[in-house]
């Protein structure tokens, strides 16, 4: 019988070698991971509702869009960027040390380019919360127009 993996200790260990990210990324990506399942797997049968259904890297993407503009609002880029991330690619490899270290799963077709040009952030995650017409607000430095 093959030992369940404790993801706290399991964590500690990608953290040890993998320094980029925030721990909180990896709980984050984990819970947007249910989110994703959860949207993508609404037709699936009764039956199949009772495991974890593979969801795409760009599904993922979805879910983790909407998990975080409902836990974080118009601080969402602040958030991410204070865990390292700071892009969709950031979100690949955070899953994929997750998948490295047995923690999630994958398929044949799965890689990290599947979260190549998801989408840019500003637009994401920023631009919701911006006012529209003329009384927009400039992008500060460095964002995109």
């Excluded at 795409?56 to 909407?66: M, P, T, W």
């Excluded at 690949?92 to 799963?105: D, Q, R, T």
Aim: proline share 4%; charged share 30%.
């Amino acid at each position: 019988m093959q030992k369940s993996l404790n993801f706290e200790e399991v964590l500690e260990t990608i953290l040890a070698k993998d320094t980029r990210y925030h721990r909180d990324a990896y709980f984050f990506v984990r819970d947007a991971l249910d989110v994703a399942q959860k949207k993508f797997t609404q037709t699936a049968s009764r039956a199949a509702k009772d495991k974890p259904m593979h969801v795409s890297g760009q599904q993922l993407l979805e879910g983790i869009r909407a998990h975080a503009l409902e836990q974080f609002g118009p601080l969402t880029m602040m958030v991410l960027d204070e865990w390292g991330v700071r892009r969709c690619e950031d979100f690949g490899e955070i899953v994929f040390n997750m998948v490295e270290s047995s923690l999630l799963g994958k398929t044949d077709n799965d890689s990290r380019e599947d979260f190549k040009g998801g989408y840019e952030f500003y637009t994401a995650f920023r631009k919701p919360y911006l006012p529209t017409g003329r009384t927009a607000l400039k992008p500060l430095a460095g964002e995109p127009g």
